[in-house]
């Protein structure tokens, strides 16, 4: 009897052993693979204020890490929602390139180096200058365009943007992005309104707030 009760807490004692094993490889292998995670990128701004009429604030973005911004927000008002448009009432969302007594700004996609033209009654400024045409390098290329009762683009290669924006667009971007929406390093064109602003840009990697 004292041989088979020995023999079963033996046995006892060898289950017991192999569950904690057990259990420290799941537990150990959760740290593992918690620690494998990559961390969140780390943002750097620079706001440069360049003028104009209205005045414009050059944002310069740096990620300690490759992400992708899908959005801007600007207070309640995000890029998500359509082209925003800034009026003496503040910061709005429309789905057309140009309203009257309104700056919109918005990016275009030029798929090849050459001209960009804007035909407007109103005032258009891109990709950095003043100006109803540019030449730009391929990538995103912010426009904005001031007062502008009508207005069409034409993209180098003779491409037309849409007059109106939808979220599927492959030419035309709510997000008002200067360049590559994937990197480390972006900017953002933004003409100011008056008073303090708050602005938050969304990515992959997670959300940088700025204040302008």
Not at 128 to 138: D, E, K, M, N
């Amino acid at each position: 009897m004292k041989s088979r009760r020995a023999v079963a807490e033996f046995e006892a004692t060898v289950i017991l052993v192999m569950v904690s094993l057990a259990l420290v490889s799941v537990v150990y292998g959760g740290l593992k693979r918690g620690a494998a995670l990559t961390p969140p990128p780390v943002f750097a701004n620079r706001a440069i204020e360049i003028g104009g009429g209205p005045d414009i604030e050059m944002l310069a973005v740096n990620s300690s890490i490759t992400t992708s911004v899908s959005s801007l927000s600007i207070g309640s008002v995000s890029s998500v929602q359509g082209i925003m448009a800034l009026s003496g009432l503040g910061y709005s969302t429309t789905t057309s390139l140009c309203a009257a007594g309104e700056t919109t700004f918005f990016s275009v996609l030029a798929s090849q180096a050459g001209l960009v033209q804007v035909s407007t009654d109103g005032l258009a400024w891109i990709s950095g200058t003043w100006g109803a045409s540019s030449s730009v390098v391929p990538g995103w290329r912010e426009i904005m365009v001031e007062d502008g009762h009508s207005c069409s683009i034409t993209l180098p290669g003779g491409q037309q943007v849409p007059s109106t924006w939808s979220p599927g667009s492959k030419m035309l971007s709510s997000l008002p992005l200067q360049g590559e929406p994937t990197g480390t390093a972006f900017a953002f064109y933004i003409p100011l309104s008056t008073g303090p602003q708050s602005v938050l840009i969304t990515s992959t990697g997670g959300f940088d707030d700025v204040s302008l």
